[in-house]
Antibody, heavy 119, light 107 residues
């Protein structure tokens, strides 16, 4: 059974940094491309980052480019999102998700972790 | 950037009725559209990909159609458990991957 479990979401102040983790189980993590999608309170879904298995291709939304860094540890079945220079606009539930066919759509999602940026 | 626009924003339907949700792209995305269902407090769940291919475990009452810039998701006979917000997403021209703003289905 595919399972994705995000962690690391907390309350931080503007300008601070945070690293989110996503623990994968139930499938061969090293075979799948992965992404991060976020959802601000009461708002829709916003894709923010994506990476291939080996990291040869990494993509970011303009809203986070230069501030966020996606990475993964295939040996430990972990996906990460390093978030720097956080602002109130980054307040959201952050989901990690699996791209089943390396196509850009996501067949499995974690339950999400809430990041709140507030002074 | 491909912009995905969904309509209506909210749809109120009675149980057993048919519901059709619409999604329009500002440029052609061929058949590279997926649909997700999100219930309050839950993560999104994949419903459809490739416009009309149902994901594993999705009931046959869900169907997708369209191509190019116009797409739709139809729920043929609404059940109470179908109350949710539905999002379309394009994956033809990216980055960025883009989602529509969502349609909330009320039953």
């Amino acid at each position: 059974q595919v399972q994705l479990v995000e962690s690391g979401g907390v309350l931080v102040k503007p300008g601070e940094s945070l690293r989110l983790s996503c623990a994968a189980s139930g499938f061969n993590f090293g075979d799948f491309y992965m992404g991060w999608i976020r959802q601000a309170p009461g708002k829709g879904l916003e894709w923010i980052s994506y990476m291939t298995v080996s990291g040869t291709s990494i993509y970011y939304a303009d809203s986070v480019k230069g501030r966020f860094t996606i990475s993964r540890d295939n040996g430990k079945n972990l996906l990460f999102l390093q978030m720097d220079s956080l602002t109130a606009d980054d307040t959201a539930v952050y989901y990690c998700a699996r791209d089943w066919r390396a196509s850009g759509w996501f067949d499995s999602w974690g339950q999400g972790t809430l990041v709140t940026v507030s002074s | 950037e491909v912009v995905m626009m969904q309509s209506p924003a909210t749809l109120s339907v009675s149980p057993g009725e048919r519901a059709t949700l619409f999604c329009r792209a500002n440029e052609s995305v061929s058949n590279s559209v997926s649909w997700y269902q999100q219930k309050p407090g839950q993560a999104p769940r994949l419903l459809m990909y490739g416009v009309y291919i149902r994901a594993t475990g999705i009931p046959a009452r869900f169907s997708g159609s369209g191509s190019g810039t116009e797409f739709s998701l139809t729920i043929s006979s609404l059940q109470s458990e179908d109350a949710a917000t539905y999002y379309c997403q394009q994956y033809k021209k990216w980055p960025p991957l883009t989602f529509g703003g969502g349609t909330k289905v009320e039953i």
